[in-house]
């Protein structure tokens, strides 16, 4: 008989929680620290940049709408996807408003939740389309972009003979022109906040606690981060990515909403200008084109400093081919420095 002899397993190794990121590489106290330095430097510059009704009031009524905007896209981004027709979305949502108010003399709140309910049905078609079909998101939401394009044209021509709605829901025109300190008196009126500010704030909430806190939310970054993973747990991945999709195409409808009160008209161009904002926010502010990773707080910050940088651009007197070159320049920037984050975190071990 041949005798074997036993050997003892090696011990297995601990197993080790993942390291963050280090603070020096946070792209949200990075963002932080640009954003003084630009106030500062544009300050300096031009004094003219601190001046409230110049400056200041019409800069929040902007980050408020390409924050929105953000959110939009930020809400694809978690799953790795891309929402090419977030302006069309926007600009399809806000015929919508205009055409309840148009034809049924709607108030402002019904054209706004009709609105939102055309964005968030926009969104789900084109996630349905996705989930089912399996193609990219950047094809189907490109196509979509196409035939919104024609679409809006179509609509405005039949129903209103042009490229804007004559009139528009009664408090629309408060939106645009006034702030909270136009309704108190005295001593006690602070900052000249414009009364859109408040909309996105809502919106930013919204997507933090849904990201945070909710259920859905985390399975949405789940299947981001591994679609495989996340199908063999149990997680309804289709349904999550129709639901991700209907979340960009609402938040698109109230970037929407926003940027027609800040522009006085529902009009066909209305999403023209929104499609490149949307990645700069959320990019900028550290969520992962991969998915599985979002930074509401970082979109923010991402959002305020491209209006910064644009709104101080604009008062040196850049021309706007020049405006759009730098803001692309940014926008390169910022997915380089995304990519050298991934890398490095992959390299650490660490959690982005």
């Known amino acids: 008989m041949t005798a074997q002899v036993e050997t003892a397993a090696p011990p297995a190794e601990p197993h080790r929680k993942p390291r963050r990121i280090p603070w020096w590489a946070n792209p949200r106290l990075g963002l932080v620290v640009l954003l003084v330095l630009m106030v500062t430097l544009f300050s300096i510059i031009r ?13 929040q009524s902007d980050i408020s709408v390409y924050l929105v905007v953000g959110l939009a896209q930020l809400c694809v981004l978690s799953l790795g996807h891309m929402n090419m027709a977030v302006g069309r979305m926007a600009a399809t949502s806000a015929f919508t408003m205009g055409l309840v108010h148009h034809t049924f003399d709607g108030g402002l709140l019904v054209s706004l939740l009709a609105g939102l309910l055309a964005g968030a049905l926009l969104g789900a078609v084109a996630g349905l389309i996705i989930s089912r079909t399996g193609v990219n998101s950047f094809v189907v939401t490109l196509a979509m972009d196409f035939a919104l394009v024609g679409l809006i044209t179509i609509l405005y021509t039949s129903v209103v003979d042009g490229v804007a709605f004559p009139t528009m829901p009664a408090g629309m025109a408060a939106l645009r022109f006034d702030t909270f300190a136009d309704y108190c008196a005295g001593d006690l009126c602070g900052p000249r906040i414009p009364l859109v500010v408040p909309f996105a704030i809502a919106a930013a909430l919204l997507a933090g606690l849904l990201f945070r806190w909710s259920r859905l939310g985390r399975e949405i970054l789940m299947a981001g981060a591994n679609l495989r993973a996340a199908e063999l747990s149990g997680i309804p991945t289709r349904s999550r990515v129709v639901q991700a999709h209907a979340l960009s195409g609402f938040f698109a409808a109230l970037a929407g909403f926003l940027l027609a009160a800040n522009n006085g008209a529902f009009s066909a161009g209305l999403g023209d200008s929104l499609l490149l904002p949307s990645f700069l926010a ?3 502010g550290g969520t992962l084109l991969a998915g599985g990773a979002v930074s509401v707080l970082g979109t923010v910050l991402g959002a305020a400093l491209t209006q910064v940088i644009y709104k101080g651009l604009n008062l040196l ?12 320049l940014v ?22």
Do not use: C
Request: charged share 20%.
């Open 282 to 284: 959320p990019v900028l």
């Open 317 to 328: 007197q850049f021309q706007l081919d020049q405006l759009q070159l730098y803001i692309g």
């Open 47 to 59: 004094p003219a940049f601190l001046d409230t009704r110049l400056t200041l009031t019409p800069l």
């Open 331 to 352: 926008l390169l920037a910022a997915l380089s420095l995304d990519r050298a984050r991934h890398v490095l975190a992959e390299r650490r071990g660490a959690r982005p």
